[in-house]
């Protein structure tokens, strides 16, 4: 059986709903994210532990210039799969593609390198693989949720946080003591500077409380580390 989640180095790989680019980029940026960057052979390989007979969506893709390959984290590309043997990247253009094609699958059915090309349309019916980041500490993992919504004017409800948290295997933060309580402050003032602690408490069955940092919610998910 296929996991929809994964852990590797320092990042929380997990299966998002599509079916088109764009809305798999959405639903990654939900979860603190981006669509997969893939950085090496290595990671492109381990990446097969999603294969369950569908292809799915990663982060590159020359929307901006055409040609021009962008992975949608905005770090540098410096390692591409793609199928040459068939002539990927080829910006196809039919009916399904009356644009071309500008966003990036990847095709296990071609092998090693596996990499195509295809229009941001919905009869491709692809999921995506999201890659988010985390910070750990002990035998936690800390990830930030809805920062990018809130920096463009369009925040996460608290459900929506809190069904995050949860599809990235853990839950809101609990906070245990001041050193930890401290820590957080630290480690995402520094990251965030646009956070200001304001001081929010809600108790959650009986667990110590959730931390506010801006609007926004750090999460752990401390189950799956």
Same mark, same amino acid.
């Given at each position: 059986?296929?996991?929809?989640?994964?852990?590797?180095?320092?990042?929380?790989?997990?299966?998002?709903?599509?079916?088109?680019?764009?809305?798999?980029?959405?639903?990654?940026?939900?979860?603190?994210?981006?669509?997969?960057?893939?950085?090496?052979?290595?990671?492109?390989?381990?990446?097969?532990?999603?294969?369950?007979?569908?292809?799915?969506?990663?982060?590159?893709?020359?929307?901006?210039?055409?040609?021009?390959?962008?992975?949608?984290?905005?770090?540098?590309?410096?390692?591409?799969?793609? @199928?040459?043997? #068939?002539?990927?990247?080829?910006?196809? !253009?039919? *009916?399904? +593609?009356?644009? =071309?094609?500008?966003? $990036?699958? %990847?095709?296990?059915?071609?092998?090693?390198?596996?990499?195509?090309?295809?229009?941001?349309?919905?009869?491709?019916?692809?999921?995506?693989?999201?890659?988010?980041?985390?910070?750990?500490?002990?035998?936690?993992?800390?990830?930030?949720?809805?920062?990018?919504?809130?920096? @463009?004017?369009? #925040?996460?409800?608290?459900?929506?946080? !809190?069904? *995050?948290? +949860?599809?990235? =295997?853990?839950?809101? $933060?609990? %906070?245990?003591?001041?050193?930890?309580?401290?820590?957080?402050?630290?480690?995402?003032?520094?990251?965030?500077?646009?956070?200001?602690?304001?001081?929010?408490?809600?108790?959650?069955?009986?667990?110590?409380?959730?931390?506010?940092?801006?609007?926004?919610?750090?999460?752990?998910?401390?189950?799956?580390?």
């Amino acid at each position: 059986m296929v996991k929809d989640l994964n852990i590797r180095g320092k990042s929380i790989y997990k299966i998002v709903d599509g079916p088109s680019w764009t809305e798999a980029e959405a639903n990654s940026n939900k979860l603190g994210g981006h669509l997969v960057t893939i950085n090496d052979d290595e990671e492109n390989a381990f990446l097969s532990v999603f294969n369950d007979g569908s292809n799915k969506w990663i982060g590159l893709n020359d929307l901006n210039v055409e040609g021009q390959w962008e992975w949608s984290s905005g770090e540098d590309v410096t390692f591409a799969a793609w @199928d040459t043997e #068939s002539n990927q990247p080829d910006d196809h !253009i039919d *009916s399904h +593609n009356p644009e =071309g094609q500008d966003f $990036v699958s %990847i095709d296990w059915d071609r092998g090693d390198t596996n990499w195509d090309d295809k229009s941001d349309h919905s009869i491709w019916n692809l999921n995506g693989i999201a890659e988010t980041k985390f910070i750990r500490r002990g035998d936690s993992g800390y990830v930030l949720i809805g920062y990018d919504q809130w920096k @463009d004017n369009n #925040s996460l409800t608290t459900e929506e946080v !809190i069904e *995050s948290a +949860n599809k990235l =295997g853990g839950h809101l $933060v609990t %906070i245990n003591d001041s050193e930890e309580h401290s820590w957080l402050v630290n480690e995402f003032g520094k990251r965030y500077h646009h956070a200001v602690l304001i001081g929010y408490t809600v108790f959650i069955e009986s667990t110590p409380f959730t931390l506010w940092l801006g609007g926004f919610l750090i999460v752990c998910a401390s189950s799956f580390i």
